[in-house]
C-alpha cells in the first residue's frame, strides 16, 4: 500500500469483461462461501457449543442454529459489499482520499506487523 504507484482497495478498476447474469454471480458467490474451510470450521468447532444435547432433536438444534448463523452471515456480507461498493464510488473523484486511505491503511498494517515481529523476537528470546 505504501509503495509508490500503489493502488489502494478501494480503488475502482475498469475492466472490461463480458456481462455475467446475475443470478450466475448469486450462485458463483453461494458456492464460494459453501466451500470455504473457514465457514466449516466454524460450524464444527463453535456451532456444538451451543447444542443442548439434553433436550432432543439434534439435528433441529443444528440446523436452526446454522441457518441463523447463515442469515447473520449473510447479511453482514450483503452490509460490507454495499459499504464498500459507496466507499469506493465516494473516493473514484477525490484522488486525496484514496492517497490518505492508502497511508492509513497501509501504516496500520506497518505497525501490526512491527508489533508481530516484536512478539516473535520476544517469544524467541
Known amino acids: ?39 466449516a470450521l466454524v460450524f464444527l468447532s463453535i456451532l456444538p457449543q451451543f447444542i443442548d444435547y439434553r433436550a432432543g432433536g ?12 447463515t442469515v447473520a452471515f449473510a447479511g453482514v456480507n450483503a452490509r460490507v ?4 461498493g459507496r466507499a469506493a464510488a465516494l473516493m473514484t473523484g477525490r484522488p486525496q482520499w484514496l492517497l490518505a486511505q492508502r497511508w492509513v491503511a497501509g501504516g496500520i498494517l506497518a505497525v501490526l506487523g512491527a508489533r508481530m515481529a516484536f512478539d516473535f523476537w520476544h517469544w524467541t528470546h
Open 81 to 84: 459489499a454495499m459499504s464498500s
Open 58 to 69: 439434534v439435528l433441529g438444534q443444528t440446523l436452526t442454529l446454522g441457518l441463523a448463523l
Open 1 to 39: 500500500m505504501l509503495r509508490p504507484g500503489g493502488r489502494s482497495p478501494l480503488q475502482v478498476q475498469v475492466q472490461v469483461q463480458a456481462s455475467e447474469p446475475p443470478r450466475r454471480l448469486v450462485a458463483m458467490g453461494a458456492m464460494t462461501s459453501l466451500l470455504n474451510p473457514k465457514l
